[in-house]
């Protein structure tokens, strides 16, 4: 360890195995005890980038970066809780892209570039159950868009009479979380580095950016790109140059809570549940004679390994519109707030979910339920992400998933990194 005047310069060593099986970056903390402040220089061998948050976008363009043979640190909090993809499994829905053109392509890239990265997909299939001349017509339309035949496409009533749609590579589920350990591992290995934190501000200096974490840290790199998921519009970032500072300054985005319900049932009872990922089409709210629930989707439950190589099986639900809560993008704390108790509907959630089980899968009672709110869609007005490089070409921002960026995000972050390394 040296001494620079009243500032020590040292080395940081890799602290895991992961990092030392990568040989690690090379950077440096500077730290000076009056100010309590360290540096960490992402820059000393070429260009180095520093990315904000570690969920589908953000892993995914540090990767991308990385391959490109970039120096990268991802800053990211330790906790996944804040992260819209809380989950143990995840369907890609692959059939209700014709929303949007753009989430169509990016999944199938995505999809076949996650298959070459060895991501396990279960390709289970779909199928699409409609209540509702409008809503099947919906699901219908979504079916044939998504390239299943026509044929297939047809109405199927009540429980016991799904209808299977034979695309199996195009419809299924994959597991988010191990996905991220998976590639943060892939990251680290390639000589990535994660730096633990939350970020409170980002700023453009002359030669290059600073990204302040929580804490007092500052991370300094060539280039930054914000992926901060919900979080988007509470970091302040300011740019050098006329261009002003940005703070809740995406326009035209907003937040959008979602819960889903985990149901855990007996092992003797998997068989009888559909195999394929589900999504039901109901009735729109106000409609004649019927509850006003919109939708659902359910994913095929996956066996997990409890204490003791306990085994126990849960599958997945989540809801429609209907318990859909606004939440303010610019106020830090409501949003943190929502994310670990959620809104004021997730008790009607709760029944209303369980109402659709019983009323779906009859013969199948859970042993258990928990609903949670796991997560909020961060949605832009024109329904595609937001890819914006500003601050003079050092600062990237990239949100905007629309509830899409799970099967989508490996494609969007190789379209950011290749923006920003521009
Ligand atoms: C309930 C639900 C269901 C969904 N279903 C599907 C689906 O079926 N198929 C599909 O493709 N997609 C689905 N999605 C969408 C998908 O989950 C998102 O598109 C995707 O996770 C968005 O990725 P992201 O990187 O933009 O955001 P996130 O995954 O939220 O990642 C943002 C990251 O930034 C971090 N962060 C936040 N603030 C800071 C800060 N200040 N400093 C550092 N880091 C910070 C967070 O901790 C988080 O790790 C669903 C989403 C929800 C909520």
Redesign the pocket.
Known sequence: MEMENDIEVCRREPSSGADKAGGGLEFKVRYNPSWQQQIIIVSQMGTGYVV?????????TALYLLEANKKVAI???T?????????TS????IQ?SNKAAF?KTA?ARSIASMKHRGVELVECGYVGIANGSSSWSRAQDGGIQGGIPAEYCVRAEGSGEWQYFPQKENAG?FN?IKW?EEMEGKFKSLGGVVID????EVRVVEDGVEVE??GGAVVKGEKVV???????N??PIHLAGGEGDIWGGVEGVSL?????LSVWVSEKDVDKLPRCTMVYGGPTKGSAGEEPMDSF?Y?PPVVEEGEGGRRSWRAKM?HGKWFEEIVDGRN?GAIDKWYREGGEKKAAAEIGMLELWRKFFPEVEPVKVEIVC?????DTTTGE?FMEVLGGGKVGL????????????DE?GRLMAEKIML
């Open positions: 904000v948050g570690g969920g589908c976008f953000g892993l995914s800053v990211r909090p906790s996944i809780s804040h992260t819209a993809h809380n989950d995840r369907l890609y829905r209700q989430w999944a589920y988010v991220r934190g939350s970020v409170d974490v929580e914000v992926a901060a998921g919900a979080y988007v509470t970091i959008k809570t979602q819960y889903t989707y994913v989540g830090k796991n997560g909020i869609t961060t992400p990239l949100g905007g998933c629309n509830g899409y960026g799970a099967k989508a995000g969007v």
